[in-house]
């Protein structure tokens, strides 16, 4: 069965600090790769995902994601963090030919202080 | 604004009482999705409509009953609750499962305390 693990739960730094969030999943197919973001307060949105191609993918706000597919890993990145980036992150996955069922890791809280 | 509604926000019950939870897409989607989240816990993905019908139930209690009448609602019918089915149930959409990459745009929620 297909898993999401993110083994950062609670992430705390300051302004201005790199930030990388890990992200592993179990599955053997072809996979689409997704990073959620949900801001104090508000809906789960998008930040950015994985169809094919490049595996470095760049999404909104200055986030980026690497897929290495040796390690069945996805983890997401960014040089600078700032105050706003305060939000849970949530690692997804599905399989490419069921695409329906987006299996969700059990998220990684960020704080940033300024 | 995300172009998926809930209602209610918030929602207190009794383990006897019934009660239902409403989710509405203006996104012109044709799936919907029941995901409930807990704390600690990743997202449970609990139902998926497609085309108006179920493709998907991930071993539900019965105590949980969705129903999707058209492709823009969907309900979630509760009755006899448990404690520890207090959560926030999301509700979801998307273009169309079978065609694309299954990107999900989520409302904000119903959180459901059950007494």
């Known amino acids: 069965a297909q898993s999401v693990s993110q083994h950062n739960h609670h992430v705390i730094l300051s302004e201005a600090a790199s930030l990388e969030l890990g992200c592993n999943y179990s599955?053997?197919?072809?996979?689409?790769l997704f990073w959620y973001v949900q801001y104090p307060g508000q809906h789960l949105q998008l930040l950015l995902k994985?169809?094919?191609?490049?595996?470095l993918v760049k999404g909104i706000k200055g986030f980026e994601a690497e897929f290495i597919k040796s390690k069945f890993s996805f983890n997401l990145r960014k040089p600078s963090v700032q105050w706003s980036d305060t939000a849970e992150y949530f690692c997804?996955?599905?399989?490419?030919?069921?695409?329906?069922?987006?299996?969700f890791g059990t998220g990684t809280r960020l704080q940033v202080f300024p | 604004e995300t172009g998926v509604t809930q209602t209610p926000r918030h929602l207190v019950m009794g383990m006897t009482n019934k009660k239902s939870l409403k989710c509405e897409q203006h996104?012109?989607?044709?799936?919907m999705y029941w995901y409930k989240q807990s704390a600690k816990k990743p997202l449970e993905l609990m139902f998926v409509?497609?085309?108006?019908?179920?493709?998907e139930n991930n071993s539900v209690p019965s105590r949980f009953s969705p129903e999707c009448p058209n492709s823009s609602h969907l309900f979630l019918h509760l009755h006899t609750l448990q404690p520890e089915d207090s959560a926030l149930y999301l509700c979801?959409?998307?273009?169309?499962?079978?065609?694309?990459?299954?990107?999900?745009?989520f409302g904000e929620g119903s959180r459901l305390t059950v007494l």
């Open positions: 979801a959409s998307s273009q169309d499962p079978a065609g694309n990459t299954g990107e999900l745009f």
């Open positions: 996104l012109g989607h044709n799936a």
């Open positions: 994985y169809f094919s191609g490049d595996p």
């Open positions: 997804a996955v599905n399989s490419s030919y069921n695409t329906d069922k987006l299996i």
């Open positions: 409509y497609s085309l108006e019908e179920r493709v």
């Open positions: 599955y053997g197919g072809t996979v689409n």
